[in-house]
Each structure stands twice: as C-alpha cells, then as structure tokens.
C-alpha cells in the first residue's frame, strides 16, 4: 500500500476503532493483515496512522507504590542498589534512544538508498528505502522489535544522513 488513500472508510473507521482501543501498532499491523486483508509492514503501519491522524489511545498510568526501603537483612550486606538498574531495557530508553545511521556507497538491488542502523543497546538492521517511497528495515536479530522512540530517533537521524549525503 502507498498511501492511505486507498483505504474506504470503513476500514479507517476501524482502524480508529483500534487504536481508541488502545491496541498497540504491532497488533494493528497484524489487524490490517487478518481482518482487512492489507499486508503492510511495521514501518508503513506507523506512517498510515499518522498520515490519517490516528493515535493509539494510552492507557492511564497506576499511580506509583510509595518506595519502601528495605533493611539490609545481613551485617555486610548493602542496601538496594541504583533504582535505574532494576528499570526493564525499554522503559530506560523511552527518552534517550539513540541511532547511528550509515548510507551504503553500494545500494541495495531495486533500493534507491540503502544502509544499517544500530540502535542503543547494540541491536542493528539494515534498511531501505525504494523507488515507491517505502521504507524497510530487516534487523539482524529476529527477535528485536524497535521501539517507538527508537524508531523515531531512527527517522531523524536517517533524514539527517540523507540530507548531508545530498540525496
């Protein structure tokens, strides 16, 4: 799919169904798939919401537990450690994601241009955009999905590489 002008309204209707639901863009992306037979990739998702004004609704955060402090259970034993360090990987990144983008010299076959990416924390892809305007992205571990600010910091840095690079 190109654009979202190919969408009827009632498959808009239901994708704001979706997302006034709060279903993240993975599953979405899966919906578009299953329920309305339109194969798009995770990128392409991301774009068709934006491009029809969608936002996934969020759910509202639980108010935070007061911290209790625990006593060291033995002499010698330390009191808990860096409150960061016991933070899942995603929730550290959320607002400090970070990726370096690089331009192939030798462009991927039926790719206008081409490169890799390494996002914070190590994982890396390559990716492409062709000659309709639609960006992929292959990531070398199968079983890493960019976050959204990942993906994200990705596009500016990728804007900004392509801009010095004049293409």
Request: hydrophobic share 35%; no cysteine.
């Amino acid at each position: 799919m190109s654009t979202a002008k190919s969408l009827s309204e009632e498959q808009i209707a239901k994708i704001q169904e979706w997302a006034d639901a709060g279903t993240d863009l993975s599953d979405i992306q899966k919906l578009l798939g299953s329920e309305l037979d339109v194969r798009v990739t995770y990128l392409e998702t991301r774009f068709l919401l934006d491009d029809l004004g969608i936002e996934i609704a969020k759910e509202p955060e639980p108010e935070p537990e007061p911290e209790v402090e625990e006593a060291p259970e033995a002499a010698g034993e330390e009191g808990p450690g860096d409150p960061e360090a016991d933070l899942p990987a995603e929730s550290a990144l959320d607002g400090d994601a970070t990726a370096t983008v690089t331009i192939d010299t030798v462009q991927r076959p039926g790719a206008i241009v081409s490169g890799r990416v390494t996002f914070d924390g190590g994982e890396s892809a390559a990716w492409w955009l062709d000659q309709m305007g639609r960006l992929g992205m292959d990531t070398d571990n199968t079983d890493f999905k960019p976050s959204e600010s990942q993906l994200m910091e990705f596009q500016r840095e990728l804007q900004r590489a392509i801009q010095e690079k004049g293409l």
